[in-house]
C-alpha cells in the first residue's frame, strides 16, 4: 500500500507547476546559454529549447524540452507538448553537435508528443521515428536527463542516449497514468492505481536498467544543490565517454537499447 | 487509445447490422465494413480479401499476408521461441496471452523470416492484428529488431508489414524502449546498406508509426489504411473539434509526402518485387566487398 502512495506522491511532485523546468537547470548548470531557434524547416516550436552552452570551457548542444513557468509562457509553449517541428529542430542541433564535435545534453519534461491535427498533418510519428534514430547513429557523447514528467514516445524522441540520469522526483512511463488506467481498465480515475503499477519511478527504472543513475533531491535551495550534482555528474560521464573509440561509443550505446527487454523461452 | 476506438467502431457496427441473421449460414459470410455487401467468405479470400464491389482492403492475418506476398513453400521462420516476462507483473496478462495463443494459432503479433518474392531473397517480418491489436511488447521488439540484423547480416532487403494500435500497455516502459530498440536497429541497416520497405497497413498508430514503420526507405500503404501517431479520439478530446475528412487515411499520409505510394493489395507482391529488382544490383555489389 505504501509503494501505490509512493508512486503516486512522485507523479505529484514530478506534475508541480513551481518545479524547476529545463532553463531553470540550463541557467544554473551551464556558465553560459545561447539560444539559437528554429526547425529551418516550418517554424520555431518553442515546447524545445535547443542552444549551445558552454562548461568549465567546453561547448556543449543543448536540446530540452521546456514546459511554461506561468500560464502565458505555458500557452507559447503548448504546455511543453513538443509538436513535429520541436523534433526536427533537436535533430538539426544533434548533426550540429556531430558536427562540432560537441557532446549533447538532453533534457526530458514533457506530458507527450502533442496529439493535433496539424501535427499528424507534419508527420508527428516520422518526426519522433528520425530523432531516435539520429541519437542512435550521433558519434558523438549524449546525455539525457529527465527532469520532470517523461511521458511516451515525446520523451523518449530526445533520449535515446549513453548515459541516462533522473532526478528523484521525476517519472518516465510509457504514458499518463490516466492514459493507462482508460486504455486498460476503461477508467482514466483509476490513475493512482495505475501510477503504483507502471514502475514509472526512479528507483523502479533503474532496477529495470532503464536508466543509468539516479540524482537525489534536496528540501532544501533543491535547484541550485541538483544543478550542482548534475554538472559533476555531466562533467565526469562526458569525460569518460570521450574517451572511447567512435565505434566503441556507438556499439556499447546500440548493445544499450540492443538488451532492453528480458524474455524466457516458450 | 486507439485499440479502444477499433474496438468500438466494430462493436458500434455490428449493432447496426440490419441483417436478417437467420438466413445466412454461421462463419461462412461475412459483411463489408465500408460498402456493407454481404460476401461469401471463400470469393472474398479468393480476391485476396478485398471487397469485389467497393475494393475495401479487409485486415489480414500475418498468415494470410505471408501467402499473398511469398512465393510458395519458400517462408522460413526464424527460430525464435521467446515469451515476455511479465514486466509489470500484471495479473490478466500472461492468462490473456496464452489465450489469445491458443485462439490464433500464433506466438506473438508478428510473424518473421525469410521468404522469396518471384525468386528474390527477402526478409520479411509481418505483424498481426489479431494479437492484441498487433501491439509492440518486448517480444514484438525482440523479433522486429532480429529480423533487422538478419537482414544486415545476410545482406539481404528487409520488407515490414506493420498494423498496429502502438507500444503495448501491459509491459509499460519496456514496450516504450523497443521503438528506440527498433529504430537504433534502422540506423545500423541503413549504415550497412540494406534496402528497407515498410508497407503500412490498416491500422497503424502509436509507437509502431513513431519508430521502425516510418523509417523506410520507401513507405508503401495500403488504400485508405488508417495510419497516426495519436489516434482519432484522443485528438478529438484534446482539440475539442471535429476531425476532418479522410484524416489519417493513406491518401491524408500520401497528399502530406509522409508515404511514397499507396498500392493495392493485388498489385503489392509485384510492387514489392520491381522495387528489389531496382536494388538488386546495389546489393549484388554489397555482396561483393
Known sequence: MSKKIEAWDIMTIARNPTRPTALDYISNIFEDFVELHGDRCFKDDKAMVCGIAMLKGKAYTIIAEQKGRNTKENIERNFGMPNPESYRKAIRFMKQAEKFKRPVITFIDTKGAYPGIGAEERGQGEAIAKSMMTMANLKVPIISIVIGEGSSGGALAIGVADKILMLENAVYSILSPEGFASILWKDGTKAKQAAALMKMTAKDLYELKVIDEIIKEQEEDNLNKTSKKLQKEILSITKELEKLKEKDLLQNRYNKYRNMGEFVNI | ?289
Open chain 2, 1 to 289: 487509445m486507439v485499440i479502444d476506438k477499433i474496438k468500438k467502431r466494430n462493436l458500434h457496427e455490428m449493432q447496426n447490422e440490419p441483417i436478417k441473421r437467420a438466413d445466412i449460414p454461421i462463419g461462412k459470410w461475412v459483411k463489408c465494413n465500408n460498402c456493407k455487401e454481404i460476401l461469401y467468405k471463400d470469393t472474398l479470400h479468393k480476391n485476396l480479401s478485398v471487397c469485389p464491389y467497393c475494393d475495401y482492403h479487409f485486415r489480414l492475418s500475418s498468415r494470410r499476408r505471408l501467402r499473398q506476398i511469398i512465393d510458395e513453400g519458400t517462408f522460413e521462420e526464424f527460430d525464435l521461441k521467446i515469451d515476455n516476462v511479465n514486466p509489470l507483473n500484471l495479473k490478466e496478462y500472461s492468462k490473456k496471452i496464452q489465450v489469445l495463443r491458443e485462439k490464433t494459432g500464433i506466438d506473438e503479433a508478428v510473424k518473421c523470416g525469410i521468404g522469396k518474392i518471384n525468386g528474390l531473397k527477402v526478409v520479411i517480418a509481418v505483424m498481426d492484428g489479431n494479437f492484441l491489436m498487433g501491439s509492440m511488447g518486448t517480444v514484438v521488439g525482440e523479433k522486429i529488431t532480429y529480423s533487422i540484423e538478419q537482414a544486415i547480416e545476410k545482406k539481404l532487403p528487409l520488407i515490414i508489414f506493420s498494423v498496429s494500435g502502438g507500444a503495448r500497455m501491459q509491459e509499460g516502459i519496456m514496450s516504450l524502449m523497443q521503438m528506440a530498440k527498433t529504430a537504433s536497429s534502422i540506423a545500423k541497416l541503413n549504415e550497412a546498406g540494406n534496402l528497407f520497405i515498410s508497407v503500412l497497413t490498416d491500422p497503424t498508430y502509436g509507437g509502431v508509426t513513431a519508430s521502425f514503420a516510418s523509417l523506410g526507405d520507401i513507405i508503401l500503404a495500403e488504400p485508405k489504411a488508417m495510419i497516426g501517431f495519436a489516434g482519432p479520439r484522443v485528438i478529438k478530446e484534446t482539440i475539442k473539434q471535429e476531425l476532418p475528412e479522410g484524416f489519417q487515411t493513406a491518401e491524408f499520409l500520401l497528399e502530406h509526402g509522409f508515404i511514397d505510394k499507396i498500392v493495392h493489395r493485388k498489385d503489392m507482391k509485384d510492387m514489392l518485387y520491381k522495387l528489389l529488382k531496382m536494388h538488386t544490383p546495389y546489393q549484388k555489389e554489397v555482396k561483393n566487398v
